[in-house]
């Protein structure tokens, strides 16, 4: 039986430099997910049909994680001396930049004829997450509509972190435990909602084809509900913190990671797309903070893996323009040999991430500097800071502590 002792509380500065890298991981399924709705990769009956059947939660999955992911690390990196102005800045810095370059790249690729005002506006303003139609937060570049939600995040995090941080310790279990039970019933709550339109031909290929938007939307891509999975990865790394966190090691909570998303690809629908994932992905997620804070780490705290965690946040925001880019324009929709799809997909992942890297490197690393700067003469200058709950000691320290966030999910 596994060893159900708390184990000591952990210096909160602790790099998690696994968690870094295991982002990748959750990334690339979400890229695999992806390829698998093109054309050539998507025949149910066909060679392919298997690889579709797998990776068909991935999507799902990834954004789970990353949302979690998301709570866990801003609330590991919160110190007593910031404020939510600058808390703000940074978040946008990293994300909001990435987001415009990535819009346009996928307007000139492929997604020009879709951008409509009522489509194009509230994407460019990452807004598209409160429209539940399907045109909208799925438009123009697709991924970004996880953006949307890490916005609200963002903008709720001080107000969440400061009413977690005074729940007692012996109480932060029933609260995660709360908060978990309830995203497991949002799909139930969901059937109260009039179903409305179901997904049409324009998803022929995916999971989503024939299922209803509104219930999808209220389930998977609205905000608010959306905000659980966040506050729940803020009380995960609070039961970390305050020395709660079991003796539960990362293979066991891999294991229970897997073998639930095993089970997500049997379910209905509507729970498949959080609802099984949920816990074991935020056991998961703590169990690999609690390794990396002892020191131990993991062997996906490598260099490699650590530099492929640090750009998969852009990784994420191209692959999907590529891939649109390769069937709609290119027109693959059919592989003349395994060897075929099995190298498209490699090209294509291949390119993503030379776009990823160069996307970091190129827009998102710079734009964090330049916010640390403005930062810095605003502080020599004396300018006030909107006061309120604290998030991180300084711009430079918080930057680094954060580098394991992820803005981004499917």
């Known amino acids: 039986m596994p060893d159900v002792r708390p184990r000591p509380a952990p210096v909160p500065s602790a790099r998690l430099s696994s968690l870094t890298g295991v982002r990748f991981l959750a990334a690339f399924l979400v890229f695999l997910f992806h390829l698998s709705l093109l054309d050539a990769y998507s025949s149910p009956g066909g060679e392919h049909g298997l690889f579709a059947a ?18 866990f690390v801003l609330t590991w990196s919160a110190r007593d001396k910031d404020n939510p102005r600058a808390f703000w800045g940074r978040r946008l810095a990293k994300i909001y930049p990435n987001h415009v370059v990535t819009f346009v790249f996928a307007l000139v690729l492929y997604a020009s004829a879709s951008a409509t005002l009522d489509r194009g506006l ?10 539940p139609r399907d045109d909208v937060f799925f438009s123009i570049n ?8 890490e916005l609200v995040f963002y903008l709720l995090f001080p107000v969440l972190h400061r009413l977690i941080v005074r729940i007692g310790a012996r109480r932060l279990w029933w609260w995660a435990t709360g908060v978990a039970v309830t995203i497991v019933l949002l799909p139930l709550i969901a059937q109260l909602i009039p179903s409305g339109a179901a997904f049409g031909p324009n998803h022929a290929n995916s999971p989503l084809h024939g299922h209803s938007i509104n219930q999808m939307w209220f389930v998977y891509i609205f905000p608010p509900t959306r905000v659980l999975d966040f506050a729940l990865g803020i009380l995960m790394a609070r039961i970390v913190l305050s020395g709660k966190w ?3 090691g990362v293979l066991p909570a891999l294991a229970l990671a897997v073998a639930a998303y095993v089970v997500s690809l049997r379910v209905p629908f509507l729970f498949s797309l959080n609802a099984v994932v949920v816990i074991p992905f935020a056991l998961l997620i703590a169990a690999i903070a609690a390794r990396d804070a002892q020191g131990v780490g993991t062997a996906f705290g490598g260099r490699v893996w650590v530099w492929l965690g640090e750009v998969s946040f852009a990784f994420y925001l191209v692959h999907q323009t590529l891939l649109s880019f390769v069937q709609e324009r290119l027109g693959f929709r059919e592989a003349g040999s395994a060897l075929e799809a099995v190298a498209v997909a490699v090209l294509v992942a291949v390119v993503s991430l030379l776009l990823a890297w160069l996307l970091y490197a190129g827009v998102e690393r710079p734009a964090m500097r330049l916010w640390s700067r403005y930062r ?17 000691s300084t711009s430079t320290a918080a930057d680094e502590s954060e580098k394991t966030v992820t803005a981004g999910a499917p």
């Not at 697709?142 to 939600?149: A, E, F, K, Q, T």
């Not at 810095?376 to 991180?392: D, F």
């Open 376 to 392: 810095g003469r605003s502080r020599n200058q004396g300018i006030p800071a909107a006061g309120a709950p604290a998030v991180s």
């Open 122 to 131: 509230p994407n460019f303003l990452l807004l598209q997450a409160w429209i």
């Open 246 to 248: 079991p003796r539960l």
């Open 142 to 149: 697709n991924p970004s509509w996880s953006l949307s939600c």
């Open 54 to 71: 797998v990776v068909k939660n991935g999507g799902w999955a990834g954004v789970t994680f990353f949302f979690i992911l998301s709570g």
